[in-house]
């Protein structure tokens, strides 16, 4: 481990500070922590505080005991039949006493119940992990990024190559990404949480009068095909790197709309984008790359635009002045594993929109913004 508990020094010229608020200060004496404790009116607020912090404290241990019930497949088995501790302790592959504990976790972190019978049962939130699209697979791949984070001070200096960056080769430019096995593995993992993104920006976003739709960096399709379910008249055009596209024909093919999708295999760090959309998607695409690229690949989406035609960004987003966790806390974290990338606000994708030649710049408030945001321009 570094070691993370010397204290910096905090001075410097540079160094713009204010002494914290006297009221901080005296929030954080144990004196004060002890008399809230007991006081009628501020005793509340002191408890919930504390639950709040015990919650960051123990989220690490949370986010195992949720890794470890995905990894055993529990929430699938459970999602057919409920079943004894001694069953799932078979499955588990591990003494039925070490089972009961995981149980017991999972049942105070409000996945699982115990039935009277003493058969264990799905909650409606352990339900989603085996009922929601692509969640399971998501924190099956945050192995890579637990790794990386073992010594988070080193991380957040910036002094561990990350692992995270080798499960998604394009990062280091699309020559990296050619391997079809890596490909179909991150592809696999984004067509699978695709539903719920589709989802939310067809709530945020008209596509009326759009006549051709282009999802740059669009995998195998699946963003298209719940677009085009949506939009039976639409036409539209899939780019993405030649190692990726071949897997979408299957799925055009599947939903009947072969005839309405064009395929067109390349990278965006090499050549032009295709013309003829009058609206350009890009979803999930943007925090992946570093602002250079993205200023290159917004004047590319602009060259290729018509006057009046229309781009989406659809991706987590930050908080900007306001973080928020899933942006901040989430998002933030995982791109800066994937060296290259970076989770960015509402305000700063409308700022590089404009930079580009953008202009009418939307920025709807996100329904979920743990799935995604949206900022929408005109040409
Ligand atoms: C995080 S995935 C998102 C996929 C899809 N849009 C979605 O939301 O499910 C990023 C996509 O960008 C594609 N991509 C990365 N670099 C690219 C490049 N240089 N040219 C074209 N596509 C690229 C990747 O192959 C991948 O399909």
């Known amino acids: ?38 006081f009628p009116l501020t005793r509340r607020l002191v408890r919930s505080e504390g639950h709040a912090m015990f919650d960051l404290v123990a989220g690490f241990c949370h986010s195992q005991v949720l890794y470890t019930l995905v990894a055993l497949d529990i929430p699938k088995l459970l999602l057919v039949h409920e079943l004894p501790l001694s069953t799932l302790a078979v499955q588990g592959r591990m003494p039925p006493d070490r089972m009961a504990v995981l149980l017991s976790a ?22 989603a992990l085996a009922g929601v699209p692509g969640l399971a697979g998501m924190i099956a791949h945050h192995d890579v990024l637990y790794r990386d984070l073992s010594d ?23 020559g990296a990404a050619t391997n079809p096995d890596s490909a179909a593995k991150y592809s696999r993992l984004m067509a699978d949480s695709q539903l719920l993104v589709a989802d939310d920006t067809l709530a945020a ?32 055009t899939l780019f993405d790197l ?20 064009q395929i067109v295999p390349g990278s965006f760090r090499d050549q032009p984008l295709p013309q003829g959309a009058d609206m350009i998607s890009l979803v999930r695409v943007l925090y992946d790359h570093s602002d250079e690229t ?37 998002f933030a974290i995982y791109c800066m594993a994937m060296r290259t990338g970076r989770a960015r606000s509402a305000d700063r994708i409308a700022a590089l929109l404009q930079q580009a030649g953008f202009s009418s710049l939307r920025l709807p408030k996100a329904a979920r913004p743990f799935i995604t945001s949206v900022v929408e321009g005109v040409r």
């Open 152 to 174: 988070p001070v080193a991380f957040f200096r910036g002094e561990v190559d990350t692992e995270l960056a080798d499960f998604w080769p394009y990062v280091f430019g699309a």
């Open 294 to 330: 993205v200023a290159d690949l917004l004047a590319a989406a602009y060259a290729a635009l018509p006057t009046g035609g229309r781009i989406v960004i659809s991706e987590p987003m930050t908080g900007g002045a306001a973080p928020h966790r899933a942006g901040d806390a989430y």
């Open 205 to 236: 976003v008209d596509f009326r009068g759009v006549t051709r739709l282009m999802d740059v960096g669009g995998g195998t399709g699946a963003f298209l095909a719940a677009v085009g379910a949506a939009y039976p008249k639409l036409a539209m």
């Open 106 to 127: 999972a049942g105070a972190l409000g996945l699982l119940k115990q039935r009277k019978s003493g058969l264990y049962a799905l909650t409606t939130r352990g339900a």
């Open 1 to 38: 481990m570094t070691d993370a508990a010397v204290t910096m020094p905090v001075s410097g010229p540079d160094l713009d500070r204010q002494s914290a608020s006297r009221f901080t200060r005296l929030v954080a004496s144990p004196a004060f922590q002890k008399w809230a404790a007991r």
């Open 242 to 261: 030649p190692a990726v596209v071949p897997a979408a024909q299957d799925r055009f093919g599947a939903a009947d709309m072969t005839n309405r999708v």
